[in-house]
T-cell receptor
Framework: AQSVTQLDSQVPVFEEAPVELRCNYS??????LFWYVQYPNQGLQLLLK??????LVKGINGFEAEFNKSQTSFHLRKPSVHISDTAEYFC?????????????FGKGTRLSVIA | KAGVTQTPRYLIKTRGQQVTLSCSPI?????VSWYQQTPGQGLQFLFE???????NKGNFPGRFSGRQFSNSRSEMNVSTLELGDSALYLC???????????FGPGTRLTVT
């Protein structure tokens, strides 16, 4: 069975500073990996995804993530955050194209950007 | 292409009542999943439907049920509401089961 661990429940960071949100997964098969963002009182929005190929994935709003198979990690990074990045971020994993189970989500990391 | 729509957006019910929430997926998407989100428990998987069949179910009591219609629209029902059922209920659709999910804005249910 797959699982996702988001190592930090809350991450405060000053505006224009870099940020890394950590995500580790466990799975016995090849996986697809996703990061979603949820702004207050809204649904989740896809930030980026890794399906195959280049391990560095670029997403919307200047975010990127790196897939590290040996460390089973998929950390999300942004070099300079803005106040508008304040939101909750969810990492998710699916079993690739074997497709018998839905996405498994982590518990989320609340990013607070401080002016 | 229209996104995932959920109705109603807000709902207030009394303990013991039942409620039905509706979700219309993105056109062409066949998989619909439902999640419950609360401050204490986070995002919890309720169930997944694909081609009108429930494929997976989360760890929720039988009071929570759902169905999917031939046009992929889905409904979930909660009977005998409890205060703890107050939550944001999110619906997500995907083209196929392991693809990225697209979320609706959610239905905020308040049970008093």
């Amino acid at each position: 069975a797959q699982s996702v661990t988001q190592l930090d429940s809350q991450v405060p960071v000053f505006e224009e500073a870099p940020v890394e949100l950590r995500c580790n997964y466990s799975s016995s098969v090849s996986v697809y990996l996703f990061w979603y963002v949820q702004y207050p009182n809204q649904g989740l929005q896809l930030l980026l995804k890794y399906l195959s190929g280049s391990t560095l994935v670029k997403g919307i709003n200047g975010f990127e993530a790196e897939f590290n198979k040996s460390q089973t990690s998929f950390h999300l990074r942004k070099p300079s955050v803005h106040i508008s990045d304040t939101a909750e971020y969810f990492c998710a994993v699916s079993p690739g194209n074997s497709g018998n189970t839905p996405l498994v989500f982590g518990k989320g990391t609340r990013l607070s950007v401080i002016a | 292409k229209a996104g995932v729509t959920q109705t109603p957006r807000y709902l207030i019910k009394t303990r013991g009542q039942q409620v039905t929430l509706s979700c219309s997926p993105i056109s062409g998407h066949r998989s619909v999943s439902w999640y419950q989100q609360t401050p204490g428990q986070g995002l919890q998987f309720l169930f997944e439907y694909f081609s009108e069949t429930q494929r997976n179910k989360g760890n929720f009591p039988g009071r929570f049920s759902g169905r999917q219609f031939s046009n992929s629209r889905s409904e979930m029902n909660v009977s005998t509401l409890e205060l703890g059922d107050s939550a944001l209920y999110l619906c997500a659709s995907s083209l196929n089961r392991a693809d990225e999910q697209y979320f609706g804005p959610g239905t905020r249910l308040t049970v008093t």
